[in-house]
Antibody, heavy 119, light 107 residues
């Protein structure tokens, strides 16, 4: 049973870079079965897929965020990370890490972490 | 990008009612459609995958149908614990996209 846990600052200043890490337990991030992704949800709003990474390092980003997003994987720590640059108040959201297999749903999720962008 | 449109955006129903939520994709996604339930303060949970397959552990009162562009989530007999927001999501192509959600309230 995979378990995912997000970590990172809960407050980020405008124009700075948001950085979050997702720690994976109960399985290997090097698994060829899974993609590892980030999804966010602004307060009171719906879900937005940010992007995903495969263990090989191949990345897939939402075109609406692509210019500001970097997702990377650290196999030695069994973690993957999100960096979102030049943040504004519109990036305030609960950020979830989640995993899925090709053409399948996001079946394991972290608990989510609220990141607020404010000076 | 494939746009997912859910209806209604909110609904109120009584315990025991049959509830139906619809989801329409802007282009054909075959059966690559998933349904999630999200309770306040919690991460979404998969209910239905591949349009009609019930996720392990999910009560059988939940069912899904459809293919191509039109899909339906049905709750056969609404229970108090079904108070939640429901989302559809396509897993046919990148970027993965979600419907805007349907907030279900219990009368």
């Amino acid at each position: 049973q995979l378990q995912l846990q997000e970590s990172g600052p809960g407050l980020v200043k405008p124009s700075e870079t948001l950085s979050l890490t997702c720690s994976v337990s109960g399985g290997s991030i090097s698994s060829t079965s899974y993609y590892w992704g980030w999804i966010r949800q602004p307060p009171g709003k719906g879900l937005e897929w940010i992007g995903s990474i495969y263990y090989s390092g191949n990345t897939y980003y939402n075109p609406s965020l692509k210019s500001r997003v970097t997702i990377s994987v650290d196999t030695s720590k069994n973690q993957f990370s999100l960096k979102l640059s030049s943040v504004t108040a519109a990036d305030t959201a609960v950020y979830y890490c989640a995993t899925y297999r090709s053409s399948e749903p996001f079946d394991y999720w972290g608990q989510g972490t609220l990141v607020t962008v404010s000076s | 990008d494939i746009q997912m449109t859910q209806s209604p955006s909110s609904l109120s129903a009584s315990v025991g009612d049959r509830v139906t939520i619809t989801c329409r994709a802007s282009q054909s996604i075959s059966s690559n459609l998933n349904w999630y339930q999200q309770k306040p303060g919690k991460a979404p949970k998969v209910l239905i995958y591949s349009a009609s397959s019930l996720q392990s552990g999910v009560p059988s009162r939940f069912s899904g149908s459809g293919s191509g562009t039109d899909f339906t989530l049905t709750i056969s007999s609404l229970q108090p614990e079904d108070l939640a927001t429901y989302y559809c999501q396509q897993s046919d192509s990148t970027p993965r996209t979600f419907g805007q959600g349907t907030k279900l309230e219990i009368k």
